[in-house]
């Protein structure tokens, strides 16, 4: 269920002024749906229900093999991206969804050439399984579902691509994280 607002009365989700108290955006009611729809339109009710069961304290360690290396407190609300993370790591994170839950380091080359064309250089890490590929496949489908007709809508170009949208409160900031499999993104607009 994903009413306009809801109070998580987990007590591991609690604040510094008490029980967890999440809104919708707009304060919409998202009524009754599976997590593939409650991920195209952005519920955050029903993702505030699902980190409580899940436990952030389990989302932290996946998050950090995905490729996020900043520092992440185990709290609720890092379902909603309460935490700032460079948009650099979120691509790298999504690029391991790209791979089929593979993930490489980032680096700013994939090959270098000498002007005679001799290799110099070339990106040869192997890369390392951060989740399992059924996983990330599944994960792949729930985020195509985002830009075929979701949130992420306007990112449709034709082809197969998977994302993720985000905007803080008050529209400070806004992000979008989309992927193929050759290639991954995320745009940043905000303060």
């Not at 809801?6 to 998202?30: F, K, M, R, T």
């Not at 304290?57 to 709290?75: C, D, E, F, S, Y």
């Amino acid at each position: 269920s994903g009413p306009p607002s809801l109070v998580i009365p987990e007590h591991s989700c609690d604040g510094p002024q008490g029980p967890w108290d999440v809104h919708n955006y707009a304060d919409e009611n998202g009524g009754y749906m599976n997590l593939l729809n409650a991920t195209a339109n952005s519920v955050n009710t029903i993702f505030a229900q699902l980190v409580a069961r899940v436990g952030p304290w389990n989302v932290v360690p996946v998050a950090h093999r995905m490729g996020i290396t900043t520092k992440l407190q185990a709290v609720c609300s890092i379902t909603l991206g309460t935490q700032p993370v460079n948009p650099l790591e979120m691509t790298d994170a999504y690029a391991t969804l790209a791979a089929h839950g593979v993930h490489h380091s980032p680096q700013p080359f994939e090959l270098v050439r000498a002007p005679n064309g001799q290799v110099l250089g070339r990106l040869q890490q192997p890369g390392e399984q951060a989740l399992p590929r059924d996983v990330a496949d599944q994960v792949t489908y729930a985020l195509e579902g985002v830009v075929q007709q979701g949130t992420g809508a306007a990112a449709a170009f034709g082809r197969p691509a998977a994302g993720k949208t985000g905007t803080a409160q008050s529209f400070q900031d806004a992000l979008f994280c989309g992927y193929v499999r050759q290639r991954a993104v995320c745009v940043w607009i905000g303060f």
